[in-house]
Structures are given as structure tokens and as C-alpha cells.
């Protein structure tokens, strides 16, 4: 399988803070997904991303397919913004199969 | 909101039983994948369906299948509950014509 790597595991932000996660992947990939997983356990679609970069309000996310990495930038942090952000890739085959990192905790302290 | 419901929200069933967990796609999204998260984990892929034929299936024992119906309608069922199985059980669906999965809320099992 892939493997997905993410950093850092953890992360502590003061609110107005900015910051960046990166997902490292070891495969070439036809899809790449960023998460946000609300305290309930609801994985909320963030960016569809697999190579590029896009930008939604606060977040952004830059993915280098060639380099087998991608970025989310978090700007102007809210209390909201806490929580587990995954990133998940699929290889684009005939199996929508994809492969999870073990995320990133967010907290974001008012 | 991403359209994909399941239920039930949680459960807890005893070591041996067997549990049936649903999940209902996205309308017109022919793919539905099911996924467990162990707590602290990354989700991890049990099987794929694609207009109601397993499409493939992760590193899970049979004792885990699936079922997927004409109406966007899918279920997961599990035999022989052991307590490893507790976990977050998560459906996703895609369409024909795309990669993006969209995840429904998850249904909480516990096992005792």
C-alpha cells in the first residue's frame, strides 16, 4: 500500500495564529484529500486536491505530486479550527481505495 | 453536509454477537467504500462496493461484509464481535466520474 506520513502529530496554536501541516506520500497519486474530523468523529471535506494548489476563506493547500508532498495552511486560527486534519491518497485506480496518515491534532487555545 | 447518512449513531454489543451497521449514498454515487478508525488512528479500508458487487477489500477477515442495495442504500455487517472491533465505522460514497469521497457522520461501536 501507500504510505502517508503527516506532521507534526500534535500542534498548539494561540487563536490569530497561523500554521502549516504537510502530508508526505511514497507513491505517485490521481487523488489526494485533506480532512477536517469534528470531535463527533465526522469527516468534513476540506480540499480535493491532487495536485496544485487551491485556497477556500482561511485555508489553502499546495500539493507537489512530483515531490510526493502536500501543504494545508491554516491562516488567522480560530478555537473552530481544533480538531484531527487528515490527508488521504488514492493511487486513481479501479479502487477508490484510499490511504489515511494518522493526522494532525489541532488546538486552538481563545 | 455531505448527504451520506448512517445509522445507527452509536451501538454496543456484547463479544460474539453480530451487528449490522447502514449507510445511506449520496444520491447518483454508484461507489460506496466503508473504513474503521480505531481511536487515535487514521481510518483504515475494508471494502469497496460498486453497483452492489464487492470491489475490493482490505487486510479484514471475512467475517466482516458488506451489501449494497439499488436505492444508494448499503450495509456492513460483522460477525463474531470481538473487542478489537471496537472502533468508529465510517461509509464514504463517490461518483462514476470522480475520486472524491464523501464521508458519512460514522456510527460508534463498542464491544464489551
Known amino acids: 500500500g501507500i504510505q502517508v506520513e503527516q506532521s507534526p502529530p500534535d500542534l498548539i496554536l494561540q487563536e490569530g495564529a497561523n500554521s502549516t501541516l504537510r502530508c508526505n506520500f511514497s507513491d505517485s497519486v490521481n487523488n489526494l484529500q485533506w480532512f477536517h474530523q469534528n470531535p463527533w468523529g465526522q469527516l468534513i471535506n476540506l480540499f480535493y486536491?491532487?495536485?496544485g494548489t487551491k485556497q477556500n476563506g482561511r485555508l489553502s493547500a499546495t500539493t507537489v505530486a512530483t515531490e510526493r508532498y502536500s501543504l494545508l495552511y491554516i491562516s488567522s486560527s480560530q478555537t473552530t479550527d481544533s480538531g484531527v486534519y487528515f490527508c488521504?491518497?488514492?493511487?486513481?485506480?479501479?479502487?477508490?481505495?484510499?490511504?489515511f496518515g494518522r493526522g494532525t491534532q489541532l488546538t486552538v487555545w481563545p | 453536509e455531505t448527504g451520506v447518512t448512517q445509522s445507527p449513531t452509536h451501538l454496543i454489543k456484547t463479544r460474539g454477537q453480530q451487528v449490522t451497521l447502514r449507510c445511506s449514498s449520496q444520491?447518483?454515487?454508484?461507489?460506496v467504500s466503508w473504513y474503521q478508525q480505531a481511536l487515535g488512528q487514521g481510518p483504515q479500508f475494508i471494502f469497496q462496493?460498486?453497483?452492489?458487487?464487492?470491489?475490493g477489500r482490505g487486510n479484514f477477515p471475512p467475517r466482516f461484509s458488506g451489501l449494497q442495495f439499488p436505492n444508494y442504500s448499503s450495509e456492513l455487517n460483522v460477525n463474531a464481535l470481538e473487542l478489537d472491533d471496537s472502533a468508529l465505522y465510517l461509509c464514504a460514497s463517490s461518483s462514476d466520474t470522480g475520486y472524491e469521497q464523501y464521508f458519512g457522520p460514522g456510527t460508534r461501536l463498542t464491544v464489551t
Open positions: 488521504a491518497v488514492d493511487r486513481g485506480s479501479t479502487l477508490g481505495r484510499l490511504y
Open positions: 462496493y460498486y453497483r452492489e458487487e464487492e470491489n
Open positions: 444520491s447518483g454515487h454508484n461507489t
Open positions: 486536491i491532487p495536485s
